[in-house]
């Protein structure tokens, strides 16, 4: 197999596409769009004690302030699956949700006479995941619409006990306007964790 | 970054200190806002000095950090700890001194209050990881040690699996389906699981080979070795001695200090993988071991149940065959000496052994461990 993270370790007799790890990790990988061809898994330990900290965080929202969000959002994806692989059973317990697609798939949807199946599992995934990470704030202005919908997915995360960490910009480099806009940015300030 | 501003005379209410920690911490900090109301002084060092000081004992309650914080003494005399280091060691819990708000007036000097915290050695502060264990050192108060964490030891992988994608270490295709290894990083590794198939030992310094040793003694036998049994003899470290025929007390201890531990041993037969404790080789010949276990002459002295006779089993086998017996049902795969370091240098030191030389041993002995059983290397290399 060329997609296992856990290939140079492995001591299982068999090494085939039934392996539950490569079944388990390789379905998350998938959901969350991870290559693991790419700079996630090279990432310094100093990086991922880092996300580590943010993860293991108490607080079930959660923000964290970086210039290179992509980069911060992917690791921490990365991280998150390595953690919370075992035993998901085919579930999407960690999931990356980039907003700014989000909200396209939503807008474009409204178009069309039945909902797409791709965002119905989007939707179902952002909202039972264990782990939520949400990024591509930065790609949004946020008027009405963009920051209820914010707002409603954080709020029922946190009433269910869903942990959500937002990858984000500096704040004030937010575009938007709005007083729901003024409330998401209050509610971000106060959930930020410096690491 | 934006953050919201913190009144020092509500500062204790402000955070979600584990349950644990939260009065002790709470009087702490409460000592320190009663010495920074009674003291005010509206300057900016003052201030940083302040906020070093409720970091300070921050680190002390949730870290098991040492300081010696008596609050008698002027406050610029006052022993804390680096400003740097508590940031990176608190992380979220870390208070900068911008966001303290001062709702205090100048006041009337002489509190006498003394934190005092007892000088710890060892703490354990090890995030839940692939296993790294952090060691933090003070550059202006007692050094702290953070306890090697028992996963840094184990045979599984850690948790987050490091590799370097651009480097793959092996890279096949094998009856149409593609097998690729990548080095996995750090290329020399600090702990003992980070050791992979991958692994060079021409690569490490004798100071590498240091750095695996964990800084404590860690037990890797089942919890119920290490309590006395009956007349069995009894090391006070290394646990029960199990008494097995033909070898003398002082061959199973070395058999134990070379072989702490076992993990996931089989043995093939007839194509079907089967734990390798299940059966005993006697004389050439294979028996399920509970159906001989009776007639074996030191069953006698040893208990019954799962742990002693697994053991037995298997140190049996292993003291024969380093004693030149040459078994005709193999173990699947290498198991060399050595394969886990669960002490200090000094520890083995004091045993006779070379620690730089133990050091080589562990290496060697776990990528052939792994490489003896990796099924992508047995398909597109094979092992013996």
């Known amino acids: ?172 480099t937010l575009v938007g306007s709005g007083v729901f806009f003024n409330r998401i940015k209050t509610m971000l300030e106060e959930a930020v964790i410096s690491v | 970054m934006s953050y919201s501003k913190i009144e020092i005379s509500q500062f204790m209410d402000k955070f979600d200190y584990p349950i644990k920690f939260k009065a002790k911490l709470s009087t702490m900090h409460s000592d320190i806002i009663d010495y920074a109301i009674t003291h005010y002084v509206n300057s900016k060092p003052y201030k940083q000095k302040i906020a070093l000081m409720l970091n300070t004992a921050t680190a002390v309650v949730l870290l098991n950090e040492s300081c010696d914080m008596d609050l008698s003494l002027p406050y610029d005399e006052i022993q804390t700890l680096n400003d740097d280091d508590l940031d990176t060691m608190l992380g979220d819990k870390y208070v900068p001194v911008s966001r303290i708000e001062w709702d205090v007036s100048n006041a009337t000097p002489a509190s006498t209050s003394v934190i005092s915290i007892p000088k710890l050695v060892k703490s354990s502060t090890t995030p839940k990881s692939g296993g790294s264990s952090e060691k933090i050192n003070q550059a202006n108060s007692v050094p702290t040690v953070v306890e090697t964490s028992k996963e840094d030891l184990y045979l599984r992988p850690p948790i987050i699996p490091r590799f370097d994608p651009t480097k793959p270490w092996l890279d096949m295709v094998k009856d149409g389906e593609r097998y690729t290894i990548y080095t996995t990083l750090p290329i020399i590794p600090a702990v003992q699981n980070e050791i992979s198939v991958t692994t060079d030992i021409n690569k490490f310094t004798e100071s590498d080979f240091m750095n695996l040793y964990p800084n404590g003694f860690i037990r890797t036998r089942k919890a119920i070795m290490y309590e006395p049994c009956g007349d069995l003899p009894f090391d006070p470290d290394l646990g029960v001695i199990l008494p097995i025929s033909g070898y003398t007390e002082d061959q199973v201890r070395k058999n134990i200090i070379e072989y702490p531990h076992f993990y996931k041993l089989i043995r093939f037969m007839n194509d079907k993988a089967n734990s390798f404790y299940g059966q005993t080789e006697i004389d050439g010949e294979l028996f399920d071991t509970m159906s001989v276990w009776d007639e074996l002459p030191d069953s006698k002295f040893i208990p019954r149940s799962s742990e002693f006779i697994k053991e037995y089993v298997v140190r049996r086998w292993l003291l024969e065959r380093d004693s030149g017996i040459e078994h005709k049902y193999p173990m699947y795969g290498t198991l060399e000496k050595f394969l886990t370091l669960f002490t200090t240098p000094e520890q083995y030191a004091s045993w006779g052994y070379d620690p730089v030389e133990l050091g080589k041993s562990l290496i060697s002995a776990r990528v052939s461990f792994l490489r003896s059983r990796n099924p992508i290397i047995r398909r597109c290399i094979g092992h013996g």
Request: some cysteine; overall charge neutral; hydrophobic content about 35%.
């Open chain 1, 1 to 172: 197999m060329d997609n296992c993270i856990f290939a140079p370790f492995c001591t299982l007799p068999i090494c085939d596409k039934a392996c539950p790890s490569l079944v388990e990790t390789s379905y998350l990988f998938e959901r969350n769009g991870c290559s693991l061809k790419g700079n996630v898994p090279g990432s310094s330990a100093k990086d991922i004690l880092k996300v580590q900290r943010i993860l293991h965080a108490d607080n079930k929202l959660k923000v964290t302030i970086a210039d290179d969000t992509s980069t911060l959002a992917n690791l921490l994806t990365y991280c998150g699956i390595c953690e919370n692989w075992q035993g998901n059973r085919l579930h999407c317990n960690v999931y990356h949700l980039k907003y700014s697609a989000y909200l396209d798939s939503v807008q474009r949807s409204w178009g069309l006479k039945d909902m797409p199946e791709s965002l119905e599992y989007t939707q179902i995934w952002l909202n039972t995941a264990k782990i939520l990470i949400i990024s591509n704030l930065d790609f949004v202005k946020f008027q009405d619409f963009q920051s209820q919908t914010l707002l409603n997915i954080i709020h029922d995360r946190i009433s269910n006990g869903l942990t959500t960490i937002v990858v984000s910009p500096k704040l004030s």
